[in-house]
């Protein structure tokens, strides 16, 4: 019987190890708010003060659509280009998963991204935008909102514009996004 029982309790700890062998965004963010080399940022939609701008029906949609920002950046220096790398590869990785779908990819003159998605194309409850740079390192940015759809992302970046926001109440995130 106790040959049973520990049968079976190692098989327990050997599914329950598999099942959890891949970690999940939300853990990674949590993971990495301790660490000294990343940037940790929960921002409330409302800092866009986009009340103040004129937008159209469907801008004005796309922005009650969202709840919040969290933005998480890891600052490359020459002292942790190493634990760069890992990091990185992380995040990849985690982004890998197939829960994701590939909205755009970013190739611009400040470093190489992608924007993703959690969700169907009709109800997108969080957009996910992933950036890197081998000098400055990278910055994951989760948008959550509800009921978001891929027509909302390009109405939202339209209505950023117009209200000329340049960061403000970003803090030390801001400055690391600035370059």
Do not use: W
Not at 16 to 26: E, F, G, V, Y
Not at 39 to 65: F, G, H, R, W, Y
Not at 73 to 100: Q, W
Not at 167 to 175: N, S, T
Request: glycine share 6%; proline share 2%; with cysteine.
């Amino acid at each position: 019987m106790k040959k049973i029982i520990k049968s079976i309790t190692v098989l327990a700890i050997l599914l329950l190890a598999s099942c959890a062998s891949q970690q999940s965004l939300q853990e990674y963010y949590v993971d990495s708010q301790e660490n000294p080399n990343f940037i940790s940022l929960d921002i409330p939609a409302s800092i866009l003060k986009m009340d103040e701008v004129e937008l159209t029906s469907s801008q004005k949609e796309a922005v009650n659509s969202l709840k919040k920002f969290n933005l998480l950046a890891f600052k490359k220096t020459n002292t942790n280009a190493a634990e760069f790398k890992l990091e990185k590869a992380k995040v990849k990785e985690i982004l890998k998963d197939d829960e994701f779908v590939e909205l755009m990819k970013i190739n611009s003159k400040y470093g190489k991204g992608v924007v993703k998605y959690l969700g169907n194309e009709n109800a997108i409850d969080e957009v996910i935008i992933y950036g890197d740079s081998d000098e400055q390192g990278f910055a994951l940015v989760r948008v959550l909102g509800k009921d978001m759809n891929p027509a909302h992302i390009v109405q939202l970046m339209q209505a950023i514009q117009k209200s000329e926001y340049k960061g403000e109440g970003l803090g030390e995130i801001g400055k690391f996004l600035k370059g």
